[in-house]
């Protein structure tokens, strides 16, 4: 069964730093992984999604990457601003199935 | 972008009643769309998977009785909740799978049910 972990389960930084949020899952058979971002009490807003057969993928001042063999994904924020305060998802798919298993989530505090 | 509208967004009701959440798919078809739970503090925990015109299909330990599951047209799946009790109370969101290639997903913007 398919288990995803994310550390810290929160983090709190000061504007401008640069950070890295942190996701391991137990079956490296997966077929997709996606990072999330969720506002309290809001739903999901797909960040990035990495293919099992990609290494990394950018948008902005975001960064995923992902290292299949040992499981781990890690989200890089560059210079971060208060607008990033909300809780990061990390979400595999395994090959043949469209169902997402997600870590818990790390709760991201940018101070100003 | 794609759009999965979901209603209503804060729902009170008292124990023993129902309640029915609504998620639309806005500006795509949604052959397939996935109903989450979410306790505080946890993961979202796939509760079932419906599939327009079919009987949905239920995760282990989730009561197909108690969470009637409807996905009668392309656009719309409807999850009632029956007969609440407090233990009901918790957040409760879907996600349709984005057509095109690639392979993402599109979430409602949650329901935050309590039952009193």
């Known amino acids: 069964k398919q288990e995803v972990t994310q550390i810290p389960a929160a983090l709190s930084v000061p504007e401008g730093e640069n950070l890295v949020l942190n996701c391991s899952f137990t079956d490296s058979a997966i077929y997709n992984l996606q990072w999330f971002r969720q506002d309290p009490g809001k739903g999901l807003t797909s960040l990035l999604l990495?293919?099992?057969?990609?290494r990394e993928q950018t948008s902005g001042r975001l960064n995923a990457s992902l290292d299949k063999s040992s499981g781990r994904s890690t989200l890089y924020i560059a210079a971060s601003q208060p607008g990033d305060s909300a809780t990061y998802l990390c979400a595999v798919t395994q090959g043949g199935s469209e169902k997402l298993v997600f870590g818990k989530g790390t709760k991201l505090t940018v101070n100003p | 972008g794609a759009v999965v509208s979901q209603h209503p967004s804060r729902v009170i009701c008292k124990s023993g009643t129902s309640v029915k959440i609504e998620c639309r798919s806005l500006?795509?078809?949604?052959?397939?769309m996935f109903w989450y739970r979410q306790f505080p503090k946890q993961s979202l925990m796939l509760m079932a998977t419906s599939n327009e015109g079919s009987k949905a299909t239920y995760e282990q330990g989730v009561e197909k009785d108690k969470f009637l599951i409807n996905h009668a047209s392309l656009t719309l799946s409807t999850l009632t909740v029956t007969s609440a009790h407090p233990e009901d109370s918790s957040f409760y969101i879907c996600s349709a799978p984005n057509t095109g290639s690639d392979h993402g997903y599109t979430f409602g913007s949650g329901t935050r049910l309590t039952v009193v």
């Open positions: 990495i293919q099992s057969s990609q």
């Open positions: 500006d795509f078809q949604a052959t397939t």
